[in-house]
């Protein structure tokens, strides 16, 4: 908790000069978890309304199921989105399809990645957001999504987000004609940064990644001119008023992607 808060403090110090101005028009939109606002977040139904209010790419999250299947889900439990409880890497697709969706339109399940790819091919950008918080978990996603993308047709409709590193590196051994970008919560001053811990931080770490994806709150103006200077893009999550939105960054991740569409 201490660490938590000298963290919020160190980079409100960071961000004293950041001046927050309406969004530019070239700014791009992307539909956070499908928009979700929109529906049940991750679900097919709040994906086809995220696509309909014409965002320029949906975002989702993936896991894997004890049996190997890529299903797209934020939590790495069942526990808040849905009528079932659980770990996913330890439920297998029939399990996890089992349960309803809280919210969700009729019927709705969990989707898997291959009907969400489905949905969205041919429509827009689909942001791929890859969640692993510890080495070893989920073995092999990352081929697993590439043989998907390949099978699909999708390779080049598909980024490839990753708060792990790791995660990032494997997808460009794999594919490295994949988009890649970082996610992390912030830089902060001395070389350091924060995402899933805090560690140091050189953009040099980062030759294969296009675009470093931050949390608006945190994004500083000087961030987002270093990051412009390495020739790369700043995307901000999850933010949800035009007010809120940093000065410069190139898109915004947000669950209201009808509030920045709207004209
Ligand atoms: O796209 C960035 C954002 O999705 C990261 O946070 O927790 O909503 O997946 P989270
Ligand atoms: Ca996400």
Not at 39 to 63: F, P, Y
Not at 144 to 157: A, P, S, T
Request: net charge positive; charged share 25%; with cysteine.
């Amino acid at each position: 908790m201490i660490r938590k808060l000298i963290l919020i403090t160190l980079c409100a110090c960071v961000n004293l000069a950041c001046a927050r101005v309406e969004a530019q028009d070239t700014m791009k939109v992307i539909a956070h978890r499908g928009g979700a606002s929109l529906g049940a977040e991750n679900t097919l139904g709040c994906i086809r309304k995220g696509i309909l209010s014409g965002a320029d790419a949906i975002e989702v999250d993936v896991h894997l199921s004890a049996d190997g299947e890529l299903v797209v889900c934020h939590d790495e439990t069942l526990n808040r989105t849905t009528s079932g409880r659980g770990r996913i890497e330890k439920l297998t697709l029939d399990q996890i399809r089992s349960v309803s969706i809280k919210k969700g339109e009729p019927g709705e399940k969990v989707p898997t990645l291959e009907e969400v790819v489905r949905e969205v091919k041919d429509h827009c950008i689909l942001l791929l957001e890859v969640k692993k918080s510890r080495e070893g978990q989920y073995p092999g996603i990352e081929d697993k999504i590439v043989d998907l993308l390949v099978r699909e047709g999708m390779m080049g409709q598909v980024v490839l987000q990753s708060f792990n590193d790791g995660v990032l590196e494997r997808f460009y051994a794999l594919a490295p004609e994949l988009p890649l970008e970082k996610l992390l919560i912030c830089r902060l001053p001395f070389g350091l940064a924060f995402d899933i811990k805090l560690h140091r931080f050189s953009f040099a770490d980062y030759p294969h990644v296009r675009s470093f994806n931050s949390y608006y709150g945190l994004t500083s103006r000087r961030f987002v001119r270093d990051v412009h200077a390495q020739g790369k893009t700043v995307r901000v999550w999850t933010v949800n008023k035009l007010s809120q939105v940093p000065q410069g960054v190139d898109a915004v991740i947000t669950n209201y992607p009808q509030r920045f569409l709207s004209k």
